[in-house]
């Protein structure tokens, strides 16, 4: 229902961007359709009268009418979902709908507080399984709240999803990135509720593009980590001796991107790439979303596709693009024709696939 309830008061959110708990509050904003001006507050040098105002020198806070000073990101939340303007409220107040909002979100502190611990030292064997555990038993518990799902009240986005949803956002970015570590690989009923959240307008709006928060996520990082010079750029790990990495490479040349190199030595690599790819293999590439990307040809499609918009080439030209996507398979069939031989060089089928490839090239 659209209606407008009650003429609201004069807001004034102070707010940042990148800040995950001022996100919620612009969620609830959004979903209730109020009208809000914004103060943005650098987190860096907070100006001395923004502190008088929050004496806990966060943000977000917000001001109502000019005077009243609304503090912590829940709160506010909740004043601004309980204001009688606006459109409708988020979620209904049944009892049983209160108790799973209030008692997935205490749960959900410990769970930032897991991960915030797990970031200190995230190249750490025994910390990644009990990061594992906790994050199966979040994820169990968000299960037997729900009866269908996908949120934490079933079919109605609730507070308890606009809290939550700004930090999976982060951490599921950061995690990999940083620490090559899959928040939703042991949580399939968070990865739901965040990529359907991730549809959501007042959600999608209100998100800045991932390289931002990765980059604004650098500085809780330990400087030790193979990426933290990355600065939220796409990272390529591998080695300069390898072909597939060399192809990689002139793939991103032609497109203009420059990834941050991680040279690995496939054959001894170190312990933490097994995080990256269990399979050992590179090159592996590492995007400003914060996703990773195996297998050189993958890789190259990605490239191709991300880059396509500035690329009119083969905008629409199914035969060029067929030309080119077979050149490529045909380079595959040629390189493992090729490795098929040097194990092989004297036998007399390995011989003539070789020919027979190197001639569809
Ligand atoms: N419990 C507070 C946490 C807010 C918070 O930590 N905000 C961060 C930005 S993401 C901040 O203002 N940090 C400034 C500082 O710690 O100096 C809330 O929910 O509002």
Same mark, same amino acid.
């Given at each position: 229902?659209?209606?407008?309830?009650?003429?609201?008061?004069?807001?004034?959110?102070?707010?940042?961007?990148?800040?995950?708990?001022?996100?919620?509050?612009?969620?609830?904003?959004?979903?209730?359709?109020?009208?809000?001006?914004?103060?943005?507050?650098?987190?860096?040098?907070?100006?001395?009268?923004?502190?008088?105002?929050?004496?806990?020198?966060?943000?977000?806070?917000?001001?109502?009418?000019?005077?009243?000073?609304?503090?912590?990101?829940?709160?506010?939340?909740?004043?601004?979902?309980?204001?009688?303007?606006?459109?409708?409220?988020?979620?209904?107040?049944?009892?049983?709908? @209160?108790?799973?909002?209030?008692?997935?979100?205490?749960?959900?502190?410990?769970?930032?507080?897991?991960?915030?611990?797990? =970031?200190?030292?995230?190249?750490?064997?025994?910390?990644?399984?009990?990061?594992?555990?906790?994050?199966?038993?979040?994820?169990?518990?968000?299960?037997?709240?729900?009866?269908?799902?996908?949120?934490?009240?079933?079919?109605?986005?609730?507070?308890?999803?606009?809290?939550?949803?700004?930090?999976?956002?982060?951490?599921?970015?950061?995690?990999?990135?940083?620490?090559?570590?899959?928040?939703?690989?042991?949580?399939?009923?968070?990865?739901?509720?965040?990529?359907?959240?991730?549809?959501? *307008?007042?959600?999608?709006?209100?998100?800045?593009?991932?390289?931002?928060?990765?980059?604004?996520?650098?500085?809780?990082?330990?400087?030790?980590?193979?990426?933290?010079?990355?600065?939220?750029?796409?990272?390529?790990?591998?080695?300069?001796?390898?072909?597939?990495?060399?192809?990689?490479?002139? =793939?991103?040349?032609?497109?203009?991107?420059? *990834?941050?190199?991680?040279?690995?030595?496939?054959?001894?690599?170190?312990?933490?790439?097994?995080?990256?790819?269990?399979?050992?293999?590179?090159?592996?590439?590492?995007?400003?979303?914060?996703?990773?990307?195996?297998?050189?040809?993958?890789?190259? @499609?990605?490239?191709?596709?991300?880059?396509?918009?500035?690329?009119?080439?083969?905008?629409?030209?199914?035969?060029?693009?067929?030309?080119?996507?077979?050149?490529?398979?045909?380079?595959?069939?040629?390189?493992?024709?090729?490795?098929?031989?040097?194990?092989?060089?004297?036998?007399?089928?390995?011989?003539?696939?070789?020919?027979?490839?190197?001639?569809?090239?």
């Amino acid at each position: 229902m659209m209606t407008t309830m009650n003429a609201q008061p004069a807001l004034k959110l102070f707010t940042n961007p990148l800040c995950p708990y001022c996100q919620k509050v612009e969620i609830v904003i959004a979903e209730r359709g109020l009208d809000v001006e914004r103060v943005i507050i650098p987190f860096k040098d907070m100006p001395d009268w923004y502190k008088q105002l929050n004496p806990r020198h966060t943000v977000p806070s917000l001001q109502v009418d000019g005077k009243r000073m609304v503090f912590e990101s829940l709160l506010i939340c909740k004043y601004l979902n309980d204001l009688p303007a606006g459109r409708m409220p988020l979620s209904m107040y049944t009892p049983y709908n @209160q108790y799973r909002i209030d008692f997935f979100l205490q749960q959900f502190d410990l769970f930032v507080t897991a991960i915030r611990n797990f =970031m200190m030292d995230p190249m750490n064997e025994e910390k990644r399984h009990s990061l594992d555990e906790y994050v199966c038993y979040t994820d169990k518990l968000l299960y037997s709240l729900q009866t269908t799902g996908p949120f934490v009240c079933d079919d109605e986005f609730s507070l308890a999803d606009a809290c939550i949803v700004p930090h999976f956002i982060r951490f599921r970015a950061s995690l990999n990135y940083y620490c090559f570590y899959d928040l939703f690989e042991h949580a399939p009923h968070m990865k739901k509720l965040l990529s359907v959240c991730m549809n959501r *307008p007042s959600v999608r709006n209100t998100t800045r593009p991932i390289k931002e928060y990765l980059v604004a996520h650098n500085h809780h990082m330990p400087k030790t980590l193979p990426v933290s010079g990355a600065n939220g750029n796409y990272v390529l790990f591998g080695s300069k001796m390898s072909p597939f990495v060399q192809a990689v490479r002139l =793939m991103c040349a032609s497109k203009k991107i420059k *990834p941050f190199m991680i040279e690995i030595n496939p054959s001894e690599p170190p312990t933490w790439f097994a995080y990256v790819n269990p399979r050992g293999t590179v090159p592996v590439l590492m995007t400003p979303e914060g996703v990773t990307i195996h297998e050189s040809r993958t890789i190259m @499609q990605y490239i191709h596709e991300v880059s396509a918009e500035h690329d009119c080439i083969y905008k629409g030209d199914a035969e060029k693009l067929y030309a080119v996507n077979f050149f490529m398979t045909a380079t595959n069939w040629f390189t493992n024709a090729l490795r098929a031989f040097l194990h092989n060089p004297t036998v007399k089928e390995m011989q003539e696939e070789l020919v027979m490839t190197a001639k569809q090239l």
